[in-house]
C-alpha cells in the first residue's frame, strides 16, 4: 500500500481495507536470477532473512522489506558463511544480490550502486512527505 486507507475524520478505514486486494507473486526473470556461487549464497541468505522464495539479482533489499534490523542478521550471517570481511556498511552500500557479489568479487558496476542509492534516496524523501 502506498497509505493506509483513512475515513474522512482521519481513522482507519476498515471497508476500503477489506476491499484491497492481495498483490500477486512476483516473477523473476530466467536471467535475473542468481546464477555464480557467490549470488546464489548471498541470494540464499536474503531468502533467509527476509522470508522470500525468490530473489533477484537486482532488486533491492530495502525494496524487498528489508530494514536496520535485518541487515544486522545478514551481516552476521554473511560474515559467518564468507571468508572475507564485510562491514555492515557495505550492506547499506550494495543494496543489490548484483552489487554485493560484484563488491565482494572486486568487479561492481559503480552504476548500478548509484541507481541503487537514488532509488533509497526517494524512499526517504517519500516517507517524510508521508510523515509531515
Do not use: C, M
Amino acid at each position: 500500500l502506498e497509505e493506509i486507507p483513512r475515513t474522512a475524520n482521519g481513522k482507519l478505514d476498515r471497508k476500503a481495507l477489506l476491499e484491497i486486494k492481495p498483490v500477486q507473486a512476483r516473477a523473476i526473470a530466467e536471467d535475473a536470477k542468481p546464477k555464480s556461487d557467490l549470488e546464489l549464497q548471498i541470494a540464499d541468505l536474503w531468502k533467509q532473512v527476509l522470508k522470500l522464495d525468490e530473489i533477484g539479482l537486482n532488486e533491492n533489499f530495502f525494496d524487498l522489506g528489508g530494514h536496520s534490523l535485518l541487515v544486522v542478521q545478514l551481516h552476521n550471517q554473511l560474515k559467518a558463511a564468507l571468508d572475507q570481511p564485510i562491514s555492515l556498511t557495505d550492506l547499506y552500500q550494495y543494496t543489490t544480490v548484483a552489487t554485493l557479489a560484484g563488491f565482494l568479487s572486486g568487479g561492481v558496476d559503480d552504476s548500478k550502486v548509484v541507481a541503487s542509492a537514488s532509488r533509497g534516496a526517494q524512499r526517504r524523501a517519500q516517507r517524510r512527505r508521508r510523515a509531515s
